[in-house]
């Protein structure tokens, strides 16, 4: 399962944003086992200003000092949940989003040990949990919401998992690596972004 998700991920030419703006970028852990693999996902802090208490993937805006949006996937991994750069073999991005506060976000895509250690920066992270990729493909497509951002209705994907929700953009992510990796059918919204830059 896993080692013909990784080759079609490899080979896959994800979608770009025509406009540039603020960047970002997030990594998406799955670890490495062929018949059992696992996302690593994140729940932030509740102190924060921005996405307090929601699950997310490692990650962050692009620093002038990173050499490229790989590197910031990276370097935001080792900074919140203590995954160093050299135990992640990157596969390549997915499609780039916009999130809510208008960051031109590109996920990353990278496998790592099945047991590595990690450890959450509490300045950041409230807590690390991994949910296995089976849990997706067997419960089906995502329970869409509606929210309303800058005067439009998005319709988010989300699924519940051990009392975590995931949504929002982190869903959308989940979904086109499903979508493009697993080979699971989705039919999702167009996403706003991609149908105006």
Known sequence: MLNQAIQRISNHQPWRLRQKGREAAVLIPITRSESHPELI?????SHLNTHKGEVCFPGGKRDESDASLSHTALREADEEIGLSPTDVELYGPLGQVVSKHHLQVTPWVGLIPEQLPLCANPAEIARIF???VRFFIDHGPPHLDQIAVDG???DVPSWQYEGE????????????LLTVGF????????????GFC
């Open 41 to 45: 996902l994140t729940v932030r802090a």
């Open 165 to 176: 929700v995931i949504w929002g953009l982190t869903a959308y992510i989940i979904c086109e």
């Open 130 to 132: 991994k949910v296995p």
């Open 183 to 194: 080979g699971m059918k989705i039919s999702m919204p167009t996403r706003p972004e991609r």
């Open 152 to 154: 439009q209705i998005w």
